[in-house]
């Protein structure tokens, strides 16, 4: 099976197994393990903020971002497509009493200043406040769309006339950079926290890391034990987080091969795949008659995995272990599943 359902499918290689089992450790939660510490201290310095922490998950990054920017019952302004808002299981509302407001990002990925403006609401007798801006690079559900350095320092400069926190959900953080040529410490110099995955393309088993001033990683750190995630010899995960901290450059071959499955797959009879910016390809089989579940089903029955995202829409991601051979099999086997399906083979 030549699996593009998601670069978080991408497995640890040896060198990060091997890591795994030496690392030096100690109790996390004391502050003495000297190979978490040293990828905070890497990970904060790769993108040019006072500190870093090390969380489990991004998700657990975005909300523990969300707590320590805003107040309880204040609002959050994203976008409806976000992570944050569509795959976080409401945890805005959950986990720290925090309503969300979405608005449709007039400029593709990203809001406009005007739109930062017009939507940030001051604290009053009758409504709350806006406490937080949510942004997202790449963004994934909008087909791993990269957004420029300037058009974040646009809405944080926006939002900061307003008093309002900017956070950027960076999971794909290193895409956008490979993609737009653009260093990382660049790319987030405007916003007040970020939160970039180890896992997906930079090939760690597990973890991320979420950065930002002292101040704030020291609530963070905080928060994060009151979300459950204060942990021990954690050593053992964080070294395959160091050794995905040199996996940034390699990302370009997965945008290069994302583009030869675009082209092949938009090639095929009834089918449509825009070019992609990064590694996140998107299908339309509305031609061939085929909703998404149902394409999705004929590809598996053909060993190539994708997921559906909208009635007729298909993600597929490229990775770390799909090499080119494998995006022209896949190609190849999409073609055959789109074909017995049109003859009725199937």
């Not at 030549?2 to 991408?10: A, E, F, N, P, W």
């Amino acid at each position: 099976m030549i699996d593009l359902r998601s670069d978080t499918v991408t497995r640890p290689s040896d060198a990060m197994r091997a890591a795994a089992r030496d690392a030096d450790v100690g109790d996390d939660v004391y502050r003495d393990d000297p190979t978490v510490n040293e990828l905070e201290a890497r990970a904060a310095d790769r993108v040019g903020t006072e500190a870093a922490l090390f969380v489990p998950t991004g998700t657990m990054g975005n909300q523990i971002a969300a707590r320590v920017h805003a107040d309880p019952g204040s609002e959050v302004l994203l976008d409806p497509e976000t992570h944050t808002f569509k795959w976080e299981l409401g945890g805005l509302a959950d986990l720290s009493d925090l309503q969300t407001r979405t608005v449709e990002p007039a400029a593709g990925a990203v809001f406009t200043p005007k739109q930062i403006h017009a939507n940030v609401v001051d604290e009053d007798l009758h409504r709350p406040g806006t406490g937080l801006v949510v942004v997202e690079n790449t963004h994934n559900a909008r087909g791993g769309v990269a957004t420029p350095p300037e058009a974040l320092d646009a809405v944080a400069a926006a939002a900061r006339e307003h008093d309002v926190s900017v956070h950027l959900d960076g999971a794909r953080l290193f895409n956008a950079c490979v993609a737009l040529d653009v260093a990382p410490d660049r790319m987030v110099d405007a916003v007040d926290s970020v939160m970039f995955c180890l896992s997906k393309g930079l090939g760690a088993p597990v973890g991320s890391i979420l950065a930002g001033s002292e101040a704030f990683v020291d609530e963070a750190r905080r928060v994060r034990k009151l979300f459950g995630g204060g942990m021990r010899q954690v050593g053992l995960v964080a070294a395959p987080g160091l050794l995905a901290l040199e996996n940034v450059d390699r990302l370009a071959d997965d945008h290069d091969n994302a583009t030869v499955l675009a082209q092949g797959l938009d090639s095929i009879p009834g089918l449509s795949a825009p070019r992609p910016e990064t590694n996140v390809v998107r299908v339309n089989s509305a031609d061939a008659g085929l909703t998404a579940e149902e394409f999705v089903a004929a590809c598996e029955d053909h060993g190539v995995a994708g997921g559906a995202f909208g009635e007729h829409v298909t993600r597929f991601c490229t990775h770390l272990d799909v090499d080119r051979g494998d995006v022209e099999e896949a190609v190849a086997s999409v073609a055959e599943a789109v074909d017995d399906y049109s003859s009725g083979s199937m």
